[in-house]
């Protein structure tokens, strides 16, 4: 392969990014970042949990993303009463002169682009119906496999503020999310250019960066460029140190021997469980984007600090004790950040 080949690769990657990302911005006003990060997610083939106060815009983020990208969309409004079938299909019966069939009937996880909405509404047994689709582009409705069409991106929304009907996602579900995002209340001044831009005639719109017919395999070959980008082993030592310093000492789970980083006392005191294996992929796959975006083909420490709180901090496990002092997992993160920054110098 000649140098211009990748360069040129390269490029396109951060035109296509540019592009969505200026697409969102004409309907989404302010979180610049946030949605960086969910287009990271997005191109790292991963999936994304965010968790914002009602009216910050979740939901039209994640629909003005499937119109950008001009991949079929579907919502699902996460409730008590739903049930798994009502989420992956259902096989009915087909009758016609001469026998009965079963026929499956494909439910609305069968999209490119997934909304979950307010996934913290539904019961556990429902939630755990997106596990397989999630991991493995696949779902198993009464013994027989489906397979979905790729690219498949479930964005899962969590409201904070409310805890009354709610089951908290267990650790397991939220080890499947890439990154978890957090949509921040909006300025001043962002408040101001939201209510006067969304209560007049004209309304601003998305239009698609892909031709309908193209979408798919454009967003595969993107994302098969994101796992051609190059990490120095140094660099992956680097990734699993950080997850490393996430297990508290002494726990159970940690692997023996001392850990690469002198251990954090706030880790220590406010952690039960660290990040899995799961983590340390995330981080080394968000970086990867990340490079392309800075025009390499190479990750750098940067890089992997850049997305660390969005990759690990869903994976702590935090005991009472953090609970009663209020604390925020991503700070802990970024204390390991720190440390682990320090450490290298």
Same mark, same amino acid.
């Given at each position: 392969?000649?140098?211009?080949?990748?360069?040129?690769?390269?490029?396109?990657?951060?035109?296509?990014?540019?592009?969505?990302?200026?697409?969102?911005?004409?309907?989404?006003?302010?979180?610049?970042?946030?949605?960086?990060?969910?287009?990271?997610?997005?191109?790292?083939?991963?999936?994304?949990?965010?968790?914002? =106060?009602?009216?910050?815009?979740?939901?039209?983020?994640?629909?003005?993303?499937?119109?950008?990208?001009?991949?079929?969309?579907?919502?699902?409004?996460?409730?008590?009463?739903?049930?798994? @079938?009502?989420?992956?299909?259902?096989?009915?019966?087909?009758?016609?002169?001469?026998?009965?069939?079963?026929?499956?009937?494909?439910?609305?996880?069968?999209?490119?682009?997934?909304?979950?909405?307010?996934?913290?509404?539904?019961?556990?047994?429902?939630?755990?119906?997106?596990?397989?689709?999630?991991?493995?582009?696949?779902?198993?409705?009464?013994?027989?496999?489906?397979?979905?069409?790729?690219?498949?991106?479930?964005?899962?929304?969590?409201?904070?503020?409310?805890?009354?009907?709610?089951?908290?996602?267990?650790?397991?579900?939220?080890?499947?999310?890439?990154?978890?995002?957090?949509?921040?209340?909006?300025?001043?001044?962002?408040?101001?250019?939201?209510?006067?831009?969304?209560?007049?005639?004209?309304?601003?719109?998305?239009?698609?960066?892909?031709?309908?017919?193209?979408?798919?395999?454009?967003?595969?070959?993107?994302?098969?460029?994101?796992?051609?980008?190059?990490?120095?082993?140094?660099?992956?030592?680097? !990734?699993?140190?950080? =997850?490393?310093?996430?297990?508290?000492?002494?726990?159970?789970?940690?692997?023996?021997?001392?850990?690469?980083?002198?251990?954090?006392?706030?880790?220590?005191?406010?952690?039960?469980?660290?990040?899995?294996?799961?983590?340390?992929?995330?981080?080394?796959?968000?970086?990867?984007?990340?490079?392309?975006?800075?025009?390499?083909?190479?990750?750098?420490?940067?890089?992997?600090?850049?997305? !660390? =709180?969005? @990759?690990?901090?869903?994976?702590?496990?935090?005991?009472?004790? @953090?609970? !009663?002092?209020?604390?925020?997992?991503?700070?802990?993160?970024?204390?390991?950040?720190?440390? @682990?920054?320090?450490?290298?110098?």
């Amino acid at each position: 392969m000649s140098l211009e080949t990748p360069q040129r690769a390269v490029r396109d990657f951060q035109d296509t990014f540019q592009r969505l990302r200026d697409q969102l911005g004409r309907v989404i006003i302010g979180h610049g970042e946030i949605l960086e990060q969910i287009l990271v997610a997005f191109f790292a083939g991963g999936h994304v949990l965010i968790e914002g =106060v009602p009216g910050t815009g979740k939901t039209l983020i994640v629909r003005s993303l499937g119109e950008a990208l001009n991949l079929s969309f579907n919502r699902i409004q996460f409730t008590v009463d739903l049930m798994p @079938a009502d989420i992956t299909g259902t096989r009915i019966v087909v009758e016609d002169k001469k026998q009965r069939d079963l026929r499956f009937v494909p439910g609305p996880l069968f999209c490119n682009v997934l909304l979950a909405d307010e996934i913290n509404r539904a019961t556990p047994k429902t939630q755990s119906a997106l596990l397989e689709a999630m991991a493995e582009l696949q779902v198993t409705v009464a013994g027989t496999t489906y397979r979905l069409e790729p690219p498949f991106f479930v964005l899962a929304t969590l409201n904070p503020i409310e805890m009354e009907g709610t089951y908290p996602l267990p650790e397991a579900q939220l080890d499947r999310f890439l990154f978890k995002v957090f949509l921040t209340y909006p300025t001043h001044a962002e408040m101001q250019q939201i209510i006067g831009s969304t209560t007049g005639n004209g309304l601003a719109a998305v239009e698609p960066v892909f031709d309908s017919n193209e979408a798919a395999q454009r967003v595969e070959a993107l994302r098969a460029l994101v796992r051609e980008v190059l990490v120095a082993p140094p660099l992956e030592g680097y !990734a699993a140190t950080l =997850v490393r310093a996430t297990l508290p000492p002494g726990s159970k789970f940690a692997p023996p021997g001392p850990s690469p980083l002198p251990a954090d006392e706030q880790i220590s005191r406010y952690v039960s469980f660290g990040s899995s294996p799961r983590g340390g992929q995330a981080l080394l796959l968000g970086a990867k984007v990340r490079a392309l975006l800075d025009g390499r083909v190479n990750v750098s420490y940067d890089d992997i600090d850049a997305v !660390a =709180v969005p @990759a690990l901090n869903h994976r702590l496990v935090l005991n009472f004790a @953090a609970v !009663a002092d209020a604390v925020d997992p991503r700070q802990l993160i970024e204390r390991v950040v720190q440390t @682990a920054k320090r450490a290298r110098r």
